[in-house]
């Protein structure tokens, strides 16, 4: 869900017995320069894998001048964007972001304010889950890392978090 040193993805893709999957953070700046080998970027962009539809939009709020940092203005522009290619794919059962939906796991100050974009597509698709990261689990410790809106369990994938889809 972002922020990952791309040398570590690399890694991880050659023990996966699946593709890794990634997104940008609003940390990942050297993936220009180094891009992790051997794994899938799927930002803006549904990915299918063994009948899953798994979509991504990385980034976090702008805060200042920098990569991989929105208004929500130009967030709901990308999850608009996304939209035919979610109808394509006959739907969405997981929403990859890097930044939380908004009042969904975000934090008060703007850098870790989430996205009301990501709340239009969960109500729009209703994926299955929606997997973030950006909101390190030691700001709160009592914060739950899992959630439920509507029909979407969101996870706050912060560091690492593992499941299964059914």
């Not at 791309?6 to 953070?25: D, E, K, M, Q, R």
């Not at 794994?39 to 991989?68: D, T, W």
Request: proline share 8%; glycine share 10%.
């Amino acid at each position: 869900c972002g922020d990952l040193d791309p040398n570590y993805l690399s890694f991880l893709a050659t023990f996966a017995h699946g593709p890794v999957l990634y997104i940008h953070g609003n940390h990942d700046t050297g993936y220009e320069r180094t891009p992790p080998e051997g794994c899938v970027c799927i930002e803006n962009r549904v990915f299918e894998y063994q009948g899953l539809r798994i979509a991504g939009l990385g980034g976090s709020m702008r805060y200042k001048p920098g990569l991989h940092q929105y208004t929500e203005r130009q967030m709901a522009m990308r999850a608009i964007r996304l939209w035919p290619r979610i109808r394509a794919a006959h739907g969405l059962d997981i929403l990859i972001t890097h930044a939380p939906a908004f009042g969904l796991g975000d934090r008060p100050s703007l850098p870790h304010t989430g996205f009301k974009a990501f709340l239009k597509l969960m109500d729009r698709y209703q994926p299955s889950y929606l997997l973030h990261g950006h909101v390190h689990l030691s700001y709160d410790p009592l914060a739950p890392r899992v959630r439920q809106y509507g029909n979407t369990t969101v996870i706050n994938a912060y560091e690492k978090y593992v499941f299964e889809v059914p």
